[in-house]
């Protein structure tokens, strides 16, 4: 399916993700489900979280226990493959990347999107950040209902 749309599998979505217990601290998903010569992710974390070894064509995995969810990797991702969750009461939390303009504005309501990028759900700003350590990406942090943890990616705006 990924080869053909450019779409993950729901098995393959499934795969990258942790389970409620581990969600109730946030934990990066590496969305990255191809070999291919990249390791930002890998360099950028400061925690050692994010392991691919010798061979730059290795799918990154995630060391869950050293993994703060601090959002360093998200921003660092040339492919915006990672996004960090966390599940916070009836609450699914993510910090996403971010390269559209306008930026979103904390408190406001926007569109929350699937993979194939049809809207979900709505989708409140909770946090933006967007220094010069983002390097044109911004890191927003967003929160949507729990049931659509496997499902919402990104963001729309609803004047869009």
């Known amino acids: 399916m990924l080869n053909k749309s450019g779409v993950p599998t729901k098995e393959q979505v499934l795969s ?6 581990t969600l109730i601290r946030p934990k990066a998903i590496l969305e990255c489900y191809e070999d291919i010569p990249c390791n930002p992710c890998e360099t950028s974390c400061p925690f050692d ?8 064509n290795t799918q990154p995995k995630l060391i ?3 993994c703060t969810g601090c959002g360093i990797c998200v921003t660092s991702c040339p492919g915006l493959a990672i996004i960090v969750a966390q599940l916070i009461g009836n609450l699914a939390v993510f910090k996403i990347p971010y390269e559209l303009l306008p930026l979103p504005k904390k408190g406001e309501e926007w569109f ?13 700003i909770e946090a933006v950040l967007a220094g010069k350590k983002q390097d044109h990406t911004a890191l927003v942090t967003v929160s949507v209902p729990k049931k659509w943890i ?3 990616v990104t963001i729309r705006g609803k004047n869009e």
Request: proline residues 0%; charged residues 35%.
């Open 150 to 152: 496997h499902d919402f």
């Open 64 to 66: 869950v226990d050293k």
């Open 49 to 56: 979280a994010i392991v691919i070894g010798e061979n730059m």
């Open 16 to 21: 990258r993700f942790f389970d409620e217990k």
């Open 112 to 124: 929350g999107i699937n993979r194939n990028g049809d809207v979900i759900c709505d989708a409140k």
